[in-house]
């Protein structure tokens, strides 16, 4: 069935430093890919998202890379702030609407 | 613009019982998912609602209901509730039209006993 899996689950960096997260999805005909970012007590906010037909967007310190063929896509942050410690999510669907199929989430720390 | 509207935001609940969840999506969107969220599960989808009816079903039993009103608003409801149903159950509303960004609310947390 429909997979997306996400790694690592908890990333610690230094303030300032780059964050990577990566995901990869299992069906083939998955065509969007957003990231989340869920604070403590908040829902996931959408933060980047990208679409089959575009290999990478950029967004400020913030850009998604994806790979088709190898069913891989990526979340990179840089310069990194302790504002951006929070749980991020990656998740892929195939133009069903609402129904999003998410990764077990990154937990990232940003050290001061 | 307000947000997406969930109530109640905490609720304990013994087994056996039922409970149900609101959503009022943002001003204009006819599409509400429904998604819970635990530790060992992580996100997962439940249903979606558009323009009153079902489009979506995940893997959950049919204990687990929703509905959509005329207005969008919607509801969820879960009967005979089990220990494992403790969770945050997240909303999301969108405009409903192809695949677009969908906007969470903070969610219900709900525990059963």
């Known amino acids: 069935g429909e997979n997306v899996e996400q790694h690592p689950s908890t990333l610690s960096v230094q303030e300032g430093d780059s964050a990577v997260i990566k995901c990869t999805y299992s069906d083939s005909a998955s065509n969007y890919f957003p990231w989340y970012k869920q604070e403590l007590g908040k829902g996931p906010q959408l933060i980047i998202d990208i679409r089959s037909n575009v290999g990478e967007k950029k967004d400020q310190r913030i850009a998604v890379t994806l790979n088709k063929t190898a069913k891989h896509f990526s979340l990179h942050i840089t310069e990194t702030q302790p504002e951006d410690s929070a749980v991020y999510f990656c998740?892929?669907?195939?133009?069903?609407?609402?129904?999003?199929?998410f990764g077990q989430g990154t937990e990232l720390s940003v050290k001061p | 613009k307000a947000g997406v509207t969930q109530t109640p935001r905490y609720l304990i609940k013994t087994r056996g019982q039922q409970v149900t969840l609101s959503c009022s999506p943002i001003s204009g969107h006819r599409s509400v998912s429904w998604y819970q969220q635990t530790p060992g599960q992580g996100l997962q989808f439940l249903f979606e609602?558009?323009?009153?009816?079902?489009?979506n079903k995940g893997n959950f039993p049919g204990r687990f209901s929703g509905r959509q009103f005329s207005n969008s608003r919607s509801e969820m409801n879960v009967s005979t509730l089990e220990l494992g149903d403790s969770a945050l159950y997240l909303c999301?509303?969108?405009?409903?039209?192809?695949?677009?960004?969908?906007?969470f609310g903070e969610g219900s947390r709900l525990t059963v006993l």
């Open positions: 998740a892929a669907t195939t133009n069903q609407g609402g129904k999003l199929i």
């Open positions: 609602y558009f323009s009153e009816t079902q489009r």
């Open positions: 999301a509303s969108s405009l409903g039209t192809g695949t677009g960004e969908l906007f």
